[in-house]
């Protein structure tokens, strides 16, 4: 059992130059503890004699004392024990890690002669965690990579009782988990905030247990909203410079009224750094549903649509005739799906679901997941050009499915001077395979590669290399400037728009 989680970035554009440094998440314990310097505040500049004082404006609240005061007995350290798992590498000490010595320490342990060498075993593993209560029956809130697969978990209340609790149930997709104990009476709770009334530049307020020194508190404000970290398919978080250090994982966020409008989950650590004022929390309006399912039955049911998507760039906005590029680009709908029940097709664009507005494929993604499953909403299409409105009863969401497409084209064609060679798919009227991409052409500026199959070319399906070609000779004679081309690689679906000009 790691008591380290890091996430890892997904691909996606226009993503990669923040995460740059990478990100860790948010450390069941620590064995170090680095003292960071502390800059004071400048020296005001002296007044010319006989001139009027002014004093300078507050800005700010004066402190948080009586709000940490009111939250700080709901705020509990969560405590697990495991069996770390064998490893066939000597474990580098956490003090070490970042330095010199890590290479040293891996050399000393490589030159070593096989039978000195350690035999991999498994060895007893603690860390620390934080977490806070929402129920006063015991429930109690944490990030699933603090409990893990922990063999037992041990909370300490603010009054310092020490109490067994369980695992009630654990959501990996956002990081989520909920424990109880029993206290033998009521114990005092936490109320959640909006997250959505959240504004870059609030104050917020995180607690926990930082390197496990128990119970701080630590203050910033809100540096972004909607942040895509590559944590998981609903990542949506709240940015904050307040303090969040190793062993404030599971702890609250809270706004300036003391309500909970978020879950400390991870930081941006380069190299392995502590806090650089740069830290993560789920928000509260996708935590606490999630944390509701938990709490019932220790499962979280989501909704699930069935199709594949991407955003909209200008390219492909041009080529489907958008007015803008906000929404989410049906790249594909999974035959039996919700989606193909309700007539969805690749092309439509989703901008809106239950009368929440969709500027993305991840809003999508969370609007969906937070509809019951097989209950009935309505999503906002457009539709070559045209806006309508399409009721969908959603399905349960199911782990995606895998394709592998194989095959070698036996014949090519050109279509019209896209740069592309094209061959009969192995799958008669399933598409046309790319047998080769000329360097330098359109086709290859646009990312195509040999092998992809392309399915539709604008307003028509693709059978033979005859069509494609004829698809875009009707695009020119109609003045489009670029064409859009659904693609197939290797079992996933997405659109290529491919510019027409000259």
């Not at 508190?217 to 410079?241: E, H, K, L, N, W």
């Not at 989501?302 to 492909?316: C, E, K, N």
């Not at 209950?375 to 309508?388: F, H, K, M």
């Not at 290399?465 to 659904?486: F, S």
Request: no cysteine; net charge neutral; hydrophobic share 40%.
């Amino acid at each position: 059992m790691s008591n380290v989680s890091t996430p890892t970035p997904a691909p996606k554009p226009g993503r990669k130059k923040m995460l740059v440094g990478g990100l860790l998440a948010l450390a069941l314990g620590t064995s170090a503890l680095t003292t960071l310097p502390f800059a004071g505040n400048a020296q005001p500049t002296p007044e010319a004699p006989g001139s009027a004082i002014t004093l300078p404006r507050q800005v700010g609240p004066q402190g948080f004392g009586d709000l940490a005061a009111r939250v700080a007995p709901a705020v509990v350290r969560v405590t697990v024990t495991g069996q770390q798992a064998a490893a066939t590498t000597a474990e580098i000490p956490p003090e070490l890690r970042g330095t010199p010595f890590e290479q040293f320490f891996r050399r000393f342990e490589g030159q070593m002669p096989r039978g000195q060498q350690r035999a991999p075993q498994g060895r007893p593993r603690m860390g620390q965690g934080s977490g806070f209560i929402i129920d006063a029956a015991g429930y109690i809130v944490t990030n699933n990579h603090v409990v893990g697969e922990a063999d037992a978990v041990q909370v300490e209340l603010a009054d310092g009782r020490e109490l067994a609790a369980r695992v009630v149930g654990r959501d990996q997709q956002t990081d989520l988990a909920v424990l109880k104990v029993d206290a033998g009476s009521p114990l005092p709770t936490l109320e959640w905030g909006d997250s959505d009334q959240l504004r870059v530049g609030d104050w917020v307020v995180a607690m926990g247990n930082p390197f496990g020194l128990g119970g701080s508190v630590t203050a910033g404000i809100v540096s972004a909203r909607g942040r895509q970290i590559g944590a998981g398919p609903y990542d949506d978080f709240i940015q904050t410079d307040a303090p969040i250090n190793p062993g404030n994982s599971g702890g609250p966020l809270f706004n300036g009224n003391g309500e909970v409008v978020g879950i400390n989950t991870a930081i941006y650590a380069p190299g392995g750094a502590g806090n650089v004022g740069i830290g993560f929390a789920v928000p509260s309006r996708m935590a606490r549903n999630v944390i509701a399912d938990l709490q019932r039955d220790g499962v979280v049911d989501r909704g699930w649509l069935g199709v594949s998507m991407q955003p909209v760039d200008a390219d492909l906005a041009a080529a489907l005739r958008l007015p803008n590029q906000r929404g989410a680009l049906v790249a594909g709908v999974e035959p039996g799906s919700p989606a193909a029940r309700a007539g969805l097709r690749a092309g439509d664009v989703v901008v809106g679901v239950a009368g929440r507005e969709v500027a993305t494929p991840r809003d999508l993604a969370v609007a969906v997941a937070e509809i019951e499953p097989d209950s009935e909403t309505t999503l906002a299409l457009l539709r070559d050009g045209e806006r309508v409105e399409q009721a969908v009863t959603l399905g349960r969401r199911e782990a995606p499915r895998q394709q592998a497409r194989a095959g070698g084209p036996a014949e090519a064609e050109r279509p019209a001077a896209l740069g592309l060679r094209l061959a009969p798919s192995k799958a008669q009227g399933s598409g046309v395979q790319v047998a080769g991409v000329e360097p330098g052409s359109i086709a290859a500026a646009r990312g195509m590669r040999t092998g992809d199959v392309i399915l539709r070319a604008g307003d028509r399906e693709v059978a033979s290399p005859q069509d494609l070609a004829e698809a875009v000779q009707a695009a020119r004679r109609d003045g489009r400037p670029a064409i859009a081309l659904q693609i197939d690689r290797e079992g996933g679906r997405a659109f290529v728009a491919l510019p027409l000009a000259g």
